[in-house]
């Protein structure tokens, strides 16, 4: 079974401040990982992967991800947030041999001005 | 086309009615996905349709819930006899193959039971 756990239901940060929001993940095997971003009353967009190769991987808007096998984590990042970095983020998990992606419950991040 | 395209955006409906939620996927993506997305929680996968194999249906809630996929593109959600606690954004994806891609998501049809 895989799944993903997002620790933080909320993250608050003021703009130009970095931005983090943390994604755990447990799958057999080697991981593909995703990040998703959804604005309100849209689906979700696509931001970023990891597949294999760099654990760093850049993705849209400015935000890149870190792959860390040993924690099995896979946090999203961005240097400077923006107030319209205000949504709400998924990180997602497939196994290699898998064709489901598993979601976390979500984190709704909020940049103030 | 572009993008997913789902239909109707929103829906209301009473209790006990039948609803059927369309998903448009984009041209040539042989895996197409239906997710539910309920108020406060993370995505809950329903059915897996790849090309002319036989569909995933193990995320299903109940039988009140099918789906169909017609010429290997468009699919239809159904839902007999509405209940409340349907109510929920219901998300189609597809992708271009069961990969190492991710998948493009619709807009949603949110549904409400009343």
């Known amino acids: 079974a895989q799944s993903v756990a997002q620790p933080e239901d909320q993250v608050n940060v003021a703009e130009g401040n970095p931005l983090t929001v943390k994604c755990t993940y447990s799958v057999s095997g080697n991981p593909y990982l995703f990040w998703y971003v959804q604005y309100p009353n849209r689906g979700l967009q696509f931001l970023l992967k990891y597949i294999t190769g760099d654990n760093l991987v850049k993705g849209s808007y400015g935000f890149e991800a870190e792959f860390n096998k040993s924690q099995t984590s896979f946090h999203l990042k961005k240097p400077s947030a923006l107030v319209s970095d205000s949504a709400l983020y998924f990180c997602a998990v497939r196994a290699l041999n898998d064709y489901k992606l598993s979601f976390g419950a979500g984190t709704t991040v909020t940049v103030r001005a | 086309g572009a993008g997913v395209s789902q239909s109707p955006s929103n829906k209301v409906t009473e209790k006990g009615k039948d609803v059927e939620l369309r998903c448009d996927p984009i041209?040539?993506?042989?895996?197409l996905y239906w997710y539910r997305q309920s108020l406060g929680q993370g995505l809950e996968f329903l059915i897996y349709?790849?090309?002319?194999?036989?569909?995933?249906k193990s995320g299903l809630p109940s039988d009140r819930f099918s789906a169909e996929r017609t010429g290997g593109s468009v699919s239809t959600l159904t839902i007999q006899r509405t209940q409340q606690e349907d109510s929920a954004v219901y998300l189609c994806?597809?992708?271009?193959?069961?990969?190492?891609?991710?998948?493009?998501f619709g807009s949603g049809t949110r549904l409400t039971v009343v």
């Open positions: 994806a597809s992708s271009l193959e069961p990969g190492n891609y991710g998948y493009t």
């Open positions: 349709f790849q090309g002319n194999s036989a569909p995933d």
């Open positions: 041209s040539g993506h042989t895996a």
